[in-house]
């Protein structure tokens, strides 16, 4: 069909010369989104949350234009953002969108691949093999292990704790997938104190029990103590952490996954965002042992900085996985060659390879071992310049977390409060052994020096206003 002679049904679905049309508008806006991103306060004012009630409106009978619905949805959703992609947002742990892997997420939402197969998308399958190849090098892990691109480490240890049950049940005798945990043989599952709390989550999701586990006591860094292990069975889940989300603290792999092994136990690692200090030559003796384990959790929304949603889940014998994900052989496919469905809890999915490919093809190993390590000396500096005000930080700074109390918690509270409306930049709060704190994790590509100095003052400057 010729330019003009598009076929136009009244509802704006109209033909792709007036898609392509759509796509210029929506690159320019979300360009100007993100280059007036280092001009606006970090958290959205309430002038912009107020204007979310425009949403509130009722199923419309009629349709809407769709350059007219891009309009409503940039004009008055944008201003309600966070500013998440911008260089000054330091909440929870949340890695920004890299160039290369929006561009890629553009691509991939226009390309509309099902990622579950090679035959409903061959280049999906292609890019999540090779990202997969690639994370399990760029975290020393053996290149015979296999994994799945997950929606985040909530479901990559989901997936992950999939196949140890699935390994610790074999062994016991008892086909998990097919008879289920009724009458199953127990298992035990063992956690540090400070196990994270979507770890919990994803052991209920399987059957095991959020409080059916055994906490190992932590050290004051929030490190399972390796001098604290119980006796360890055979049909035991030993689940280590590679970076606690508050202090980034690594649980000392090398004294428990040996003992553990030797129990006959499965090791799995929740490393949503310590597993990338495997990437930095300068952090990667954090991580020693780590490699020895069964099974890995990771994010590539958070480090690795691709847009939402990405987790990883790794496996050291891809048999374990697919035992757990696979189902009847025959279901869609008349061949299969360890397709994306037979190592993931999902189906249909999207495509989330060609991003998490892209910034690794983007950064490289150099770039991404510069990115962690400019992430972690841009937290080494908050910690020198939160001290030198004055403020007390709760932690060892050994990666991006950082943790400071501006005195009792209720004072912490209100400089946490005075901050998040401020606007500079934006840190949660948390509680750390008992007391307030306001955490900082800086995983962003887009954070340079200027805007760790300009939060810093600002931080400084309203705790100075409240003490
Ligand atoms: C150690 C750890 N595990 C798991 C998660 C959950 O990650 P997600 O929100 O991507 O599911 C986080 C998030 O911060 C984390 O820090």
Request: aromatic share 6%; charged share 20%; with cysteine.
């Amino acid at each position: 069909m010729e330019d003009g002679q598009e076929r136009d049904d009244g509802l704006g679905l109209s033909g792709p010369v007036a898609t392509a049309k759509l796509l210029h508008q929506v690159a320019a806006r979300s360009a100007k989104y993100l280059t007036e991103l280092d001009e606006r306060p970090v958290a959205p004012t309430p002038a912009a949350l107020a204007a979310l009630a425009t949403f509130d409106e009722s199923m419309p009978e009629q349709g809407t234009e769709a350059a007219e619905v891009v309009r409503l949805l940039d004009e008055v959703g944008g201003p309600a953002t966070m500013a998440s992609a911008g260089g000054r947002y330091f909440g929870f742990v949340t890695g920004g969108a890299l160039p290369a892997a929006l561009a890629a997420n553009w691509l991939a939402g226009g390309w509309d691949q099902n990622g579950f197969s090679r035959v409903s998308s061959p280049l999906a399958a292609a890019l999540e093999g090779r990202a997969i190849a690639w994370l399990l090098e760029l975290f020393g892990l053996p290149a015979s292990g296999g994994g799945a691109l997950v929606t985040g480490a909530t479901m990559a240890n989901f997936t992950a704790l999939a196949a140890a049950r699935h390994r610790v049940l074999e062994g016991a005798g008892w086909d998990v997938e097919s008879r289920g945990l009724i009458g199953a043989p127990p298992i035990a599952v063992i956690v540090g104190e400070e196990a994270h709390a979507t770890l919990f989550k994803a052991l209920g999701l399987l059957g095991l029990g959020r409080d059916n586990v055994i906490r190992v006591p932590v050290d004051d860094q929030g490190r399972m103590r390796a001098d604290a292990l119980p006796a360890i069975p055979a049909t035991a889940i030993v689940c280590l952490q590679a970076g606690n989300v508050n202090s980034g603290a690594f649980d000392p792999a090398a004294g428990i996954v040996g003992p553990a092994h030797a129990a006959g136990a499965w090791v799995h690692v929740d490393g949503a965002f310590g597993l990338w200090a495997a990437a930095a030559p300068e952090r990667a003796e954090l991580l020693t042992g780590f490699a020895e384990a069964d099974s890995w959790a990771a994010d590539a929304h958070k480090w690795l900085n691709v847009p939402y949603d990405c987790g990883i889940a790794l496996v050291r014998q891809p048999r374990d996985l697919s035992a757990a994900m696979a189902m009847d052989a025959a279901y869609l496919l008349n061949e299969r060659h360890g397709e994306p469905i037979d190592f993931s809890p999902e189906s249909s999915r999207r495509m989330r390879g060609a991003e998490v490919w892209a910034a690794l093809k983007c950064l490289g190993r150099d770039g991404l071992a510069e990115l962690v390590e400019r992430n972690c000396r841009h937290a080494a500096r908050f910690a020198e310049g939160l001290r030198a005000a004055g403020h007390e930080v709760l932690n060892e700074v050994v990666l991006n977390q950082v943790l400071v109390s501006f005195g009792d918690d209720e004072t912490t509270r209100r400089v946490i409060a005075a901050v998040q409306a401020d606007g500079t930049c934006w840190c949660g709060g948390t509680v750390w052994r008992g007391r307030a704190a306001m955490r900082i994790s800086v995983s962003s590509w887009a954070t340079a020096d200027e805007d760790v100095e300009k939060s810093l003052a600002a931080i400084c400057r309203l705790a100075a206003d409240i003490r």
